[in-house]
């Protein structure tokens, strides 16, 4: 007869799981956003996050692989160490992999920032359809349980202020060795940086559909000075893997 925790341990687990504590972290690839978000989509993919495996290439960036002390020769698109920063979820379900490289998750895009999308992207959907049709409105909270992420400075700090001394508690091996040591350009202070639309996106008017918190810490200075988005009907448009 199996012993009794073994039991409890399992209760506990379904327990978690049907609760909706439990959000299983499946990647998408940013085609699957950008098929709503254009806008968002066409931007990001002039910036540097967009940019991110392609630093990875031999002879890329010569100049700043010397001053960190690498071989600018070496290809560490299949590196471990370092291809976690410049993809998405890197390591997790869905996620890039080095064995099987998928092309939309390979650079920092939308679920580096705003989580899995397989989970909270159905609800987000729905939501948005129900403010088109009847002007219902969502809360926000309602995506944040199904895996949306609004705080998400910890994931940025977990590849920018991955080095020794940087004053961030979960420092740890392998670490960057781009450090503001090697170049003070790589100072990161969260909250000036995520303003940066060349390293995020553009941010556009968003039509009002999800209510309440949590919201991200700039959302409405965001708002305030967001450009209304102009419908050209081009999404990403990478092909999907």
């Known amino acids: 007869m199996k012993h009794p925790i073994t039991y409890l341990f399992a209760i506990l687990v379904i327990f978690a799981f049907l609760s909706g504590h439990v959000v299983a972290e499946t990647f998408e690839g940013r085609q699957k956003c950008s098929s709503c978000h254009k806008a968002q989509g066409k931007s990001w993919r002039s910036t540097a996050h967009a940019k991110a495996m392609e630093s990875l290439k031999p002879n890329v960036r010569e ?112 670490y960057t060795p781009f450090t503001p040591e090697v170049d003070a350009k790589y100072t990161f202070k969260f909250d000036e940086m995520v303003k940066d639309s060349k390293a995020m996106h553009e941010h556009y008017k968003l039509d009002g559909a999800f209510v309440g918190e949590p919201k991200f810490k700039f959302h409405d200075e965001f708002q305030a000075s967001a450009q209304i988005a102009k419908e050209d009907g081009a999404a990403d448009e990478e092909d999907e893997d």
């Open 63 to 174: 100049e700043a692989k010397i001053k960190a002390k690498l071989d600018p020769a070496k290809d560490y698109s299949k590196d471990k160490d370092c291809v976690g920063c410049h993809v998405d979820g890197f390591g997790k379900k869905g996620g890039y992999a080095i064995d099987k490289p998928r092309r939309q998750v390979a650079a920092v895009g939308c679920e580096s920032c705003h989580g899995a999308g397989r989970k909270y992207r159905g609800e987000h959907r729905k939501g948005g359809q129900a403010f088109e049709r009847s002007g219902k409105t969502t809360e926000r909270k309602v995506l944040a349980d199904r895996g949306q992420d609004y705080h998400f400075e910890e994931s940025c700090n977990a590849c920018h202020l991955n080095y020794e001394g940087s004053g961030w508690k979960g420092a740890k091996p392998p």
